[in-house]
């Protein structure tokens, strides 16, 4: 492709730059990829991709935010389209899934920094991130309770813990096969466990 001047406003480009990290990270190591790589992906001449982000580390600032502000608006969607707490879990579950679907570059970045090994800002949005996902939860899980819908005594934390457990472990399935095309169907069955593990059980 063509390198051209950088003629569109700030956050278009922005946007067209994080994107394209993203693109790249769901059929390249993300740990491969340099700015020269994104800046070619769109056009840009390297000089005019660090007009808008300085350092690499700025621009995977960047792309956690974008995720962070995108999926956690998602999941706050569906857990508030549903009435009823169980319903929103199933939501936000399948909400998340849909996600990981649509943009498969998202896990692969994500996994790729968090083994580094050094500690980094970038760990510490992730953990920020996963923070307030724990508390959405938590807070659905609690409603729940409070309605009676969950076994007596149950440790809320941990069924947490396994909420996001299990889809972490749908995504690494999904990432060995090269292929998130059957997470939904499979997210479907893991959730059906999920919300029989949890919900209080009826006299038969």
């Known amino acids: 492709m063509p390198q051209t001047t950088d003629r569109q406003p700030t956050q278009t480009r922005q946007a067209e730059i994080i994107a394209a990290v993203l693109a790249r990270s769901a059929s390249q190591g993300p740990g491969t990829i ?21 350092t690499k580390a700025a621009l995977w600032l960047a ?3 974008w995720v962070d ?27 998340h899934t849909d996600f990981v679907v649509t943009h498969p ?3 692969r970045f994500i996994f790729n920094e968090l083994q580094q090994p050094e500690d980094s800002p970038l760990k510490h949005r992730v953990s920020d991130m996963l923070g307030r996902y724990r508390q959405l939860l938590q807070a659905l899980l ?11 005594r149950l440790d809320l934390n941990a069924a947490a813990t396994l909420f996001i457990g299990s889809l972490q472990g749908l995504v690494m399935q999904a990432m060995l096969r090269d292929n998130t095309a059957g997470m939904r169907d ?3 069955a893991v959730f059906a466990i999920y919300r029989s593990a949890i919900l209080v059980e009826l006299a038969s």
């Open 34 to 54: 340099t700015t020269q790589d994104i800046a070619s992906s769109i056009g840009l001449t390297h000089g005019a991709l660090f007009k808008h982000f300085p």
């Open 69 to 95: 502000t995108h999926l956690m608006a998602r999941l706050q969607t569906a857990a508030d389209s549903c009435d009823h707490p169980v319903a929103a879990l199933r939501a936000v579950f399948m909400a």
């Open 63 to 65: 792309v956690i935010d």
């Open 105 to 107: 570059g998202v896990p």
């Open 142 to 152: 609690k409603h729940a309770a409070s309605l009676g819908a969950l076994r007596p």
């Open 186 to 188: 499979a997210a479907e």
